[in-house]
């Protein structure tokens, strides 16, 4: 027991009824998070629910995004009043996700707070969000993250110590009373752990023969990560970062790894001198988009790919024992696995799900249509590794990227895929929709479409084979007779209305068929999943407000 020589003060007030987590924690707007007491009434709620032992360490850091800066120091002083006495925080209190859940591993905190909204606009009218992750620097399960919403919905008020403010901008050791603070590089830990698990030497090697590649960092979290491997580690000249500077406002862009919030580089990837390897991270560093010369991968084959290649990297010689994708995300994945012997773990949407496959050892490598991809070596997706692998890969393997997926498509089948968006901002006519396609499910399983049948029809239920928890209703799917596959599901990531998703896939076995334009092959998949869900009559959309 720690007799608390700070000066702490008990706050009432009435809990607020809107804090559940989603996707990957509590995302809102800026101007929520804002009102009094809500942000510490939610972290107070994570507190109570955690119950961390008394003195214990804890992880704070975060993607950069307007309010993370007044945020972190409520965040420490709600900490300390709840007996928190260790607490390492990035410098100007950034960590890219995936660097937050490594510092959290390797200096063995209770818990880590990350301060992101991942690829979600940012600003004073953009987003702001808040998610904690357990000792395995793994995102809290569904279970604890519900538990913590109705802690929420409970609480009478919170605990905040009295503390000056804690000076963010030079690393090194505080003392605020018996609360130990030290500010670290947020860089340094990542950069060693990349330089295990890649051949540095070749990647130099391959840029010093004239190969060349382009990262765009959106003016998220990776640009001093980016600086400091890409061009102080790997020699890249400097101009090969793309908006390298981390702003509080991501410079207005909408820091999205994909086709359509990434326009520039891909338009530069469609020029005659474009880079051999192209490549953005989100807000936060997790998320990647992989381009070549006039080509985009998708982030499906990407991880597919990646384990037919992965025993030609250092840290992967000796391959994985399994591999996972979320439920959505297109089978190309399955279909190595199986070549290969290893199983393939679908999971719901989240990479939180991953992370007792991760942390049991069932599974090595893993990755989501999300542009999200990763393996054991933290457990948050991440972006600049993926990137890295893919650099490694093209120097190791003497094939561009296109080349390396012709060879893969040929072998393997080509997996066209394609995410159709539609967006509605009243949430209930989105749910009526579902509620209708559900009800219908019985009645299409059979039927005929053209030359092909839905041979099954179902609600994606999970059932987490480390621990037996159960996920019910993750994405509505049908699976047609002639490789096709379309998934339903709302988004669980924005902080206003409601997104459908409608993923489609389509495999594609003949090698004569593999380079169409997916959009050419998925659009009559694509108005059927509408005419199905009667799409247009429950959202009053026409057309998708965004194809990815
Ligand atoms: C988050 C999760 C991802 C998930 C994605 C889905 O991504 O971390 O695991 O695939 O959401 O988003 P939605 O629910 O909108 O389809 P991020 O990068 O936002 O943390």
Known sequence: MIVSTLDITHINCTPFQDQRPGTAGLRKKVSVFRQPHY???????????????????????????????????????????????EIIVGQNGLLSTPAASLVIRKYKAAAGFILTASHNPGGPDGDFGLKFNTPSGGQATEQVTEAVFRTSQQLSGYRIASLPPVDLVRTGNTKCGELDIQVIDPVADYAMLMQELFDFAAIRTWLQ????????????????????????????????????????DFGGLHPDPNPI?????????????????????????????????????????????MLASLQLLPGYRNGVAGVARSMPTSRALDVVAAELGIPCYETPTGWRFFCNLLEAGLIGLCGEESFGTSSAHVREKDGLWAVLFWINLLAARHRSLKQIADEHWRHHGRHYYQRWDYYTADTSRANAMLGALRSALPGLCGRQFGTAQIESADDFHYRDPVDGSESAHQGIRLVFSDGARIVYRLSGTGTAGATLRVYLERHVRDAAAIDRPTSEVLAPLGNLAAALARIGEFIGADAPTGMI
């Open 39 to 85: 942000l510490e009434c939610f972290v107070q709620a994570i507190f109570d629910t955690l119950k961390l032992p008394q003195g214990a360490r804890l992880v704070i850091g975060g993607d950069g995004r307007y309010h993370n800066a007044e945020a972190i120091q409520t965040i420490i002083r709600i900490a300390a009043a709840n007996g928190i006495r």
């Open 209 to 248: 023969d004239g190969h060349r590649i382009r990262f765009d960092a959106m003016h998220g979290v990776t640009g001093p990560y980016a600086r400091r491997i890409l061009v102080d580690l790997l020699g890249c000249p400097p101009d090969s970062i793309l908006h390298a500077e981390s702003l509080p």
């Open 261 to 305: 919030d990434a326009a520039e580089l891909v338009a530069e990837s469609l020029r005659p001198d474009s880079a051999d390897l192209l490549a953005a991270s989100d807000g936060d560093g997790d998320r990647n988009m992989i381009l070549g010369p006039g080509f985009f991968l998708s982030p499906g084959d990407s991880v597919a790919m």
